[in-house]
């Protein structure tokens, strides 16, 4: 009786052990880091070894986690943009060309055409002047369901994505992958900050932390006064002004990352030149480490990359110090299951 007693026990000892082998080895899995990365990709390398680095509580490199800011560009960095071209643009291109109820100007028919046509659109202040045009009288309901219908149609130049879910899934496990590791993640967008709003919602983040470029918003009373000159009143609606306040690129990200948030991110995300003093104000004077990582656009079978573009930026990150990523070698995917690129944009 003792003798089966003993085997019992040691048979129940044994199947709590294994189950919590199994249990040890599913929690390792489920939170493996990155996963839709290589395992050899040296930007994964950088960035696990640098979280690890600095949360250790005993690391020299440590810090606190009210200064773990991490900034993102948009376009290009989280979200498609070469198909055929900024969202933004596109969305321009359906207010002019395609709603009904829109009178577009020769001016705005003209630039929506040529790039129909192939013609990439400046980032200049005439392109921004005429997108907040476009949308002027609008209610903030009005633009945002109009946003949203056009992020429900399909994605030119892919099969089986969506205008609105074309985000890179590896840049989104960067973004859980800090959050879980107290990072407070901010969006620094070129693209309007009321565009980005429904956009970006699959972020999980709070309004407050997605910042883009400004328009004017006036009160359906207003009629043209300055706003220090008019009180909001009962019944009034908010509406878009139709004019531009500025574009957020370049040494205006830097502007706006001091006025909006304050602190001098950790660590910075980019694509292009466009982002280029945002990485640059993270990774010098810096009091605690940083980092910053520019997208290679270097991936021509499953994105329309640029191979010009992209061994031009692999100069510029060793030049600044910056850290390239692969789209093509260091990404398992770039869309997801089910998304495949067509042979045409078009």
Not at 41 to 46: E, F, S, V
Not at 79 to 92: K, N
Not at 241 to 250: A, D, E, I, W, Y
Not at 287 to 312: I, P, V, W
Request: aromatic content about 10%; some cysteine; hydrophobic content about 40%.
């Amino acid at each position: 009786m003792g003798h089966n007693m003993k085997r019992h026990h040691f048979s129940v000892a044994c199947y709590y052990l294994m189950v919590l082998v199994i249990v040890v080895l599913l929690s390792g899995c489920a939170h493996k880091p990155l996963a839709l990365w290589n395992d050899q990709a040296p930007a994964k390398k950088a960035l696990v070894d640098y979280v690890r680095t600095v949360t250790g509580r005993n690391s020299p490199d440590y810090i606190p986690i009210e200064n773990r800011i991490a900034v993102f560009d948009f376009d290009g960095t989280l979200f498609l943009e070469t198909a055929p071209t900024y969202f933004d643009w596109q969305l321009f291109e359906h207010r002019v060309l395609e709603d009904p109820g829109y009178k577009a100007t020769d001016e705005q028919l003209a630039a929506a055409r040529a790039s129909r046509g192939g013609k990439f659109p400046k980032l200049d202040n005439d392109r921004e002047r005429m997108v907040a045009e476009a949308y002027c009288g609008m209610t903030l309901g009005e633009f945002d369901a109009f946003i949203r219908q056009f992020m429900s149609e399909n994605q030119p130049g892919f099969v089986g994505l969506k205008r609105g879910d074309a985000y890179y899934r590896p840049m989104l496990e960067v973004i859980d992958y800090l959050r879980r590791n107290g990072f407070t993640v901010y969006v620094i967008s070129g693209t309007d900050r009321l565009t980005m709003r429904p956009l970006t919602a699959v972020l999980r983040l709070p309004l407050t932390q997605i910042i883009g470029s400004d328009g004017t918003v006036v009160a359906s009373g207003q009629n043209g006064k300055d706003g220090l000159e008019y009180v909001f009143d009962r019944g009034d609606k908010l509406l878009l002004g139709g004019t531009n306040l500025v574009k957020n690129l370049q040494m205006n990200k830097v502007s706006i990352i001091v006025r909006e948030i304050g602190l001098q991110p950790v660590l910075a995300f980019g694509n292009t030149m466009s982002d280029a003093s945002m990485l640059n104000y993270a990774i010098n004077g810096n009091q605690y480490k940083a980092l910053g990582f520019m997208l290679l656009c270097d991936d021509l079978s499953r994105e329309y990359g640029n191979t010009e573009k992209a061994e031009q930026m692999l100069i510029n990150c060793q030049k600044y110090g910056w850290v390239p990523v692969s789209m093509r070698d260091d990404w398992k995917t770039i869309y997801g299951e089910g998304v495949a690129k067509k042979a045409s944009v078009k």
